[in-house]
Nanobody, 125 residues
């Protein structure tokens, strides 16, 4: 499964962006679709994830209440709606998919076996 992430760009603080991640084929119901981000000089960080079946969503504390993950099952696409953006949200954002991730491990990047190419999000102050 080759994921294609898009939608990044430059936005002012307080603004919004929506990222998209398209899968070339329908993920299984067990598949976890996740978003991670990596800022310069920092480790890759978990942002949010959801199981394709819709049975669970998870968010990092740093984006809770501001970012929302959703999916379009007809388009095999996952979205990341980012509101109230802050300069510290600046990073390359990656989407990822994992077919064998248990709920307690959704925040661990190593559990995802398919990654998109990343899209840059820059938030100016």
């Amino acid at each position: 499964v080759q994921l294609q992430a898009s939608g990044g760009g430059l936005v002012q603080a307080g603004g919004s962006l929506r990222l998209s991640c398209a899968a070339p084929e329908r993920p299984t119901s067990r598949t976890v679709m996740g978003w991670f981000r990596q800022a310069p000089g920092k480790e890759r960080e978990f942002v949010t994830a959801m199981r394709w079946s819709g049975s669970g969503t998870w968010n990092s504390d740093s984006v809770k209440g501001r970012f929302t993950i959703s999916r379009d099952t007809a388009e095999n696409t996952v979205y990341l709606q980012m509101n109230s953006l802050k300069p510290e949200d600046t990073a390359v954002y990656f989407c990822a998919a994992g077919g064998r991730i248990i709920n307690t491990s959704v925040r661990v990047a190593a559990g995802y076996d398919n990654w998109g190419q990343g899209t840059q999000v820059t938030v100016s102050s």
